[in-house]
C-alpha cells in the first residue's frame, strides 16, 4: 500500500479546546491515558535507560582499554556486562519500539487513542520499578546478577540476592510487554480507519501486529524459566541440576525459545519504521508491500524454529546441527527479500537525504553486514570457531545498535517534527548522524578481528595479542556515547521550540494519516476516524 | 564517509582473507584478522569454509550496495531525477527469492560433510577426560590411570600491572594437557561445578563442559607445538583466567611424558590397584585422620559426648567393612536430612582406605582388617 489516499482529515479546521482536560504537573504523566502522552514516557524512559546502559558499556570499554586489571574488579565487571545487555535490551530497545508504537500506531490507523487506554498507563509505569530493581541490584550484598544477561544456571544458582531482584524484574518487564502487546493487537484489528484493510496498512502497524504476536508467545516462555530457576535457587527443586535429574542445558532450551524470537521482536518494528522512512525520502511508494508482509510473517515463523543455533558449543546431537543449521540459514532468504525491496523502492526514486533518510540507510548498510556474519555464525563448523568470542559480539551490536537503534533515531527525527511542531535542527541531525556511523564502526568492526583470533567475550582482561583493537574499539566507544549528547540537544531543542516550525506535513514524500494532522498533533486526534479510500 | 569507513574496513578484512587464501598456516597470525592457523584436518575445513562464505557474502555486498550507491547517486532530486512509480514486479521478486535460496544450498552441503566429521568421535588413539573447575581444569588420562590439575601460571603482579607482561600473559599453565601428534585425541568434556567451555581454536573445538553430563568431541593434530586457548563459558569471576594449555609432541616424547607421569603417580603412593599391607595404611590413615576427622572424632577417638559419636569401640567401626566404606563415602543421612557427617567422596580411593583401616585398628578397635583402595572403588560405583 503505502499509497492509501484520503480526505484531509475532518475536524481540523477549527480550534480545539479539549486539548487540556488533565490535571497539570507531575499528576498528567502518572494519571494519564493518553496514547501521546504514554509514547512520550515510554521514549523518555528509553532514553534514560538508554544512557544507564551506556554508562556500563563504557565502563567495560574502560577496563578492556588496556590487557591488565585496572578500574574495575572481575565480579565488578561481570555484573556491567550482565546489567548492560538486560537493561539495553529490556530497558532501551523494547520500550522505545512500544514509544512508537504508543505514538504513530493511532495516528497511521486513524484511531483515536490505544484499545486499552487504562491498561495503556499501567503497562507502562510497571516499567520504573523493575528499572529500580536492576540498579538497585548493584547494592544489595553480593552485587548485581553477574552470570551474563543470558543468566545460565548453574552459575545463576550460585548467585547472591542481586540475581532474585533480577529475575523478579525480569518478571515485572515481561508483564508490561504483554499487557503492551495486547493493546497492540486489540488497536490494531478493531481501531482502524473505514476503508483501511488490514494489506493497506502502513508497515510499521503491520511489522508492530506481528511482534506483538510474538510478545505474546515468547515472554510468559521466559517468565517460565527465570520461575524455574528461582524455585532452584529457594525452594529446593532441581531443574537445572544433574544432581537431582535436572539438566542445565535446558534452562538454555527454555532461554533461547524466548531469545530467539526476541531477536526480531527487536528488529521488526525498526524494520516497519525504515519502511516508512525510505519511501517517503526517494518520494516512491513502498516496492514489493504484500511480500514484505509475508516476509516479515516469515521471519516471525522461522524465529521459532532456530533457538538451539544459540547453542552449538552444547554437545548436540548431529541432526540436532543439522536441523537449526538448515532453519537458521533459511531466515538469510526472507530477509534478503526484505533488503532487496528497500534497494528497489529507492531505484529511480527521487531521493533527498535528510537526517530520517541518512539513519535509514545507515541502517540498510550496516544491518546488511550483521545479517552476512549472522550467516556466518549459522554454519555449524565455523561457529565451533566463535561461538562465545568477541565475533558474535561484534554480529549481535550491528543489528541491534546498527540495526535497530539506528532506525529509532531515524523514527526519532521523522516524526519529531510531528510531536514537538519544531523542525530538528538538520545540520545537528546530519553531525549526529555522521558520528555515530563512523564512530560505530570503530567499536564495533575491529571486534570481528579479535573473535576470529579467539578472544572469548566476557573476560575483564586479555592476552597481549588482542591488545590493539580492543584500544581501537575502547575509543570508538568513548567517542560513540558522546556522540549521543549531540542526539539529546537536537530533541532538546525541539521540544523547546528552537527551530522552523513544522508544518503539518513536513515531508513530500509522506503519505501515511499522521501527516494530515496539525504539527504539533493535537491532545486529541480522530475523534471522528478519516475515511481511507 | 559511511562508506570510506565501511570499506576501509572491509579492505582490511579482504587484504587478510586474500593473504590467508595464499598461504594458509603462514606468517597471518600476528596480523589478528583472521581465524588462527588451524593444525587438524576439521580446523583446517573451518578455515576454508570460512573463507569459501566470507567470499560468497563479499560478493553479494558488492552488487547489493553498488546498486545501492548508484541509486543514490543517481536517482536523487539534487540531479533533477524524478521519481517513478512502480512498486512491484513478481518476476523479479520470484527470482530475488530462488536465488539466495540456491546459493545457501551451496553453502549448506560443505558444511554438513564438516559437521559429519566432526561428529565421527570413534577409534580414538588416546581419550584425555577434561573437567572444568571454578577455575582451573582437570585432565584425567583415562587409559593411563593418571591425571592432574592446570591452572594459570601468570603472576598475580603481571595482572595486577606492578609487573611487566609475559609473551603468554593469562595463556600459560603451571601444568598443559600433551598429546601426541597425528594421533586421534578423544575428549570427553564435562565440569564439576558450573558450565565451562573448552575452547582450542587452532584445533576447532569448542565444547562446553556440563556438569552432571559428558560431551565428546575429538582432534588430530598434525603439527608439533604448543597451542593455547581459553575458557569460553562465563564461568565466574576468574573465568578471564582459566587458559587451556595443549603441546602437540612426538608419538616417542609422548611415550616417554605419560612413563613420567605414571612413575611420578606411583612414587606419591597413588597406584590405586596396589595393594597395601596393614601397617602402611595405618600408617597414612592416621595423616588422614588428622586432617579430615580429628575435629570432631577427636584423637583419642573418643569423639565429644552429645555431639560427635566416638569411633573407639563404635559398631560400626568394628561392624562389617562394607558399611563403614559406605558412610565414608556418603556421610550420615537422619530423617532426609544431612548430618554433620559429610561424605568423603572427594578423598582418594587410598586416603579412605587407609582411614577406614586406621579406625577399625586405633584405640581398643582389632579388627586386623586392611580395607584395599580397590575395594574402595568397587564401592563408588
Request: with cysteine; proline share 6%; charged share 15%.
Amino acid at each position: 500500500m503505502s499509497s492509501v489516499s484520503h480526505d484531509v482529515a475532518p475536524g481540523y479546521g477549527h480550534s480545539h479546546d479539549d486539548h487540556a482536560h488533565h490535571p497539570a504537573g507531575i499528576m498528567r504523566w502518572i494519571t494519564t491515558t493518553n496514547h501521546k502522552d504514554i509514547g512520550t514516557m515510554y521514549l523518555w524512559f528509553s532514553f534514560t535507560m538508554f544512557i544507564v546502559g551506556g554508562i556500563m558499556a563504557l565502563t567495560i570499554r574502560a577496563e578492556l582499554f588496556k590487557p591488565g586489571l585496572q578500574i574495575v574488579n572481575p565480579e565488578f565487571f561481570n555484573s556491567m556486562t550482565t546489567l548492560h545487555g538486560l537493561i539495553m535490551l529490556f530497558g532501551a530497545i523494547m520500550p522505545a519500539a512500544v514509544g512508537f508504537a504508543n505514538w504513530m500506531i493511532p495516528l497511521m490507523i486513524g484511531a483515536p487513542d490505544m484499545a486499552f487506554a487504562r491498561m495503556n498507563n499501567w503497562s507502562f509505569w510497571l516499567l520504573p520499578p523493575a528499572a529500580i530493581l536492576l540498579i538497585a541490584s548493584l547494592f544489595v550484598p553480593g552485587g548485581a546478577a553477574a552470570g551474563g544477561w543470558t543468566m545460565y544456571p548453574p552459575l545463576t544458582v550460585q548467585a547472591g540476592m542481586g540475581m532474585d531482584l533480577t529475575i523478579f524484574a525480569v518478571h515485572i518487564m515481561g508483564a508490561s510487554s504483554i499487557m503492551g502487546s495486547i493493546n497492540i493487537i486489540t488497536t490494531i484489528l478493531n481501531l482502524r480507519a473505514p476503508g483501511m484493510t488490514l494489506m493497506k496498512m502502513p508497515l510499521f502497524c503491520w511489522t508492530w501486529l506481528i511482534t506483538a504476536y510474538l510478545l505474546i508467545a515468547v515472554m510468559p516462555v521466559l517468565a517460565g524459566a527465570v520461575t524455574m530457576l528461582l524455585t532452584d535457587r529457594h525452594f529446593g527443586t532441581s531443574f537445572f541440576n544433574a544432581a537431582g535429574g535436572g539438566d542445565p542445558v535446558l534452562f538454555q532450551h527454555v532461554f533461547w525459545f524466548f531469545g530467539h524470537p526476541e531477536v526480531y521482536i527487536v528488529i521488526l518494528p525498526a524494520f516497519g519504521i525504515i519502511s516508512q522512512i525510505i519511501p517517503t525520502f526517494a518520494r516512491k511508494p513502498l516496492f514489493g508491500y504484500a511480500s514484505m508482509v509475508y516476509a516479515v510473517a516469515a521471519i516471525a515463523i522461522l524465529s521459532f524454529i532456530v533457538w538451539a543455533h544459540h547453542m552449538f558449543t552444547t554437545g548436540l546431537p548431529t541432526a540436532g546441527m543439522l536441523f537449526y543449521m538448515y532453519a537458521t540459514m533459511l531466515i538469510a532468504v526472507p530477509t534478503g527479500v526484505k533488503v532487496f525491496n528497500w534497494v528497489a523502492t529507492m531505484w529511480k526514486g527521487s531521493m533527498t537525504f535528510e537526517t530520517p533518510m541518512l539513519f535509514a540507510i545507515g541502517f540498510l548498510f550496516l544491518f546488511t553486514l550483521g545479517g552476512f556474519t549472522g550467516l556466518v555464525l549459522a554454519i555449524v563448523p565455523i561457529d565451533i570457531d566463535l561461538h562465545h568470542t568477541y565475533y558474535v559480539v561484534a554480529h549481535f551490536h550491528y543489528v541491534m545498535v546498527a540495526g535497530s537503534l539506528f532506525a529509532f533515531f531515524g523514527g526519532v527525527y521523522y516524526w519529531i517534527p510531528k510531536w514537538t511542531g519544531t523542525m530538528y535542527d538538520e545540520k545537528l541531525g546530519k553531525v549526529h548522524f555522521w558520528s555515530s556511523m563512523i564512530s560505530f564502526n570503530v567499536t564495533f568492526f575491529p571486534m570481528h578481528f579479535l573473535g576470529l583470533a579467539g578472544m572469548p567475550r566476557r573476560i575483564p582482561d586479555y592476552p597481549q595479542q588482542f591488545a590493539d583493537w580492543n584500544m581501537v574499539a575502547s575509543i570508538g566507544a568513548f567517542w560513540f556515547g558522546a556522540s549521543q549528547l549531540i542526539f539529546l540537544w537536537a530533541v532538546l531543542k525541539c521540544i523547546m521550540g528552537k527551530g522552523a516550525k513544522a508544518p503539518a506535513k513536513p515531508w513530500d514524500g509522506g503519505d501515511t494519516l499522521e501527516w494530515t494532522v496539525p504539527s504539533p498533533a493535537p491532545y486529541h486526534t480522530f475523534e471522528t476516524p478519516p475515511v481511507v479510500k | 564517509m559511511v562508506r570510506n569507513e565501511s570499506k576501509a574496513g572491509r579492505r582490511r578484512t579482504l587484504t587478510a582473507a586474500a593473504l590467508a587464501l595464499a598461504a594458509p598456516g603462514a606468517a597471518h597470525a600476528e596480523l589478528e584478522y583472521n581465524l588462527q592457523p588451524p593444525v587438524t584436518p576439521i580446523a583446517q575445513q573451518m578455515y576454508d569454509l570460512h573463507s569459501f562464505i566470507f567470499w560468497v557474502c563479499v560478493v553479494i555486498f558488492i552488487g547489493v550496495f553498488g546498486v545501492m550507491f548508484y541509486s543514490i547517486f543517481k536517482h536523487r532530486k539534487s540531479v533533477g531525477h524524478t521519481a517513478q512509480q512502480f512498486h512491484e514486479n513478481t518476476t523479479v521478486e520470484i527470482i530475488w527469492t530462488i536465488i539466495p535460496f540456491l546459493i545457501l544450498l551451496f553453502m549448506a552441503f560443505p558444511a554438513t560433510k564438516t559437521i559429519l566429521a566432526m561428529k565421527d568421535t570413534a577409534a580414538p588413539d588416546v581419550t584425555v577426560k577434561v573437567t572444568g573447575y571454578q577455575w582451573k581444569w582437570n585432565y584425567d588420562y583415562l587409559q593411563e590411570g593418571f591425571g592432574f590439575y592446570s591452572s594459570l601460571s601468570t603472576p598475580l603482579d603481571q595482572i595486577e600491572n606492578r609487573a611487566p607482561k609475559g609473551e603468554n600473559y593469562l595463556l600459560e599453565v603451571d601444568h598443559p594437557m600433551v598429546v601426541p601428534v597425528d594421533s586421534k585425541i578423544r575428549l570427553l568434556v564435562t565440569a564439576g561445578d558450573v558450565i565451562h567451555g573448552f575452547f582450542m581454536p587452532a584445533f576447532g573445538v569448542q565444547l562446553d563442559g556440563i556438569p552432571g553430563f559428558v560431551r565428546d568431541t575429538w582432534f588430530r593434530a598434525d603439527k608439533i607445538g604448543t597451542y593455547r586457548g581459553q575458557c569460553s563459558q562465563l564461568c565466574g569471576k576468574e573465568h578471564g583466567f582459566m587458559p587451556i594449555v595443549v603441546e602437540v609432541v612426538s608419538k616417542d616424547d609422548y611415550a616417554k611424558w605419560v612413563d613420567a607421569q605414571k612413575k611420578q603417580a606411583a612414587a606419591a603412593g597413588d597406584d590405586p590397584n596396589k595393594v597395601w599391607a596393614l601397617a602402611d595404611l595405618v600408617a597414612r590413615g592416621e595423616k588422614v585422620f588428622t586432617a579430615n576427622c580429628v575435629a570432631c572424632h577427636q584423637a583419642n577417638g573418643k569423639g565429644v559426648p552429645g555431639a560427635f559419636p566416638a569411633l573407639d569401640g563404635s559398631k560400626v567401626v568394628t561392624g562389617p567393612k562394607a558399611e563403614q566404606i559406605k558412610t565414608e563415602l556418603n556421610g550420615v543421612v537422619r530423617d532426609g536430612k544431612p548430618t554433620a557427617m559429610v561424605g568423603f567422596k572427594s578423598l582418594s580411593d587410598i586416603d579412605l582406605a587407609a582411614v577406614i583401616t586406621y579406625t577399625r585398628n586405633s584405640w581398643g578397635n582389632k579388627t586386623g582388617e586392611a580395607v584395599q583402595p580397590s575395594e574402595i572403588k568397587a564401592a563408588r560405583s
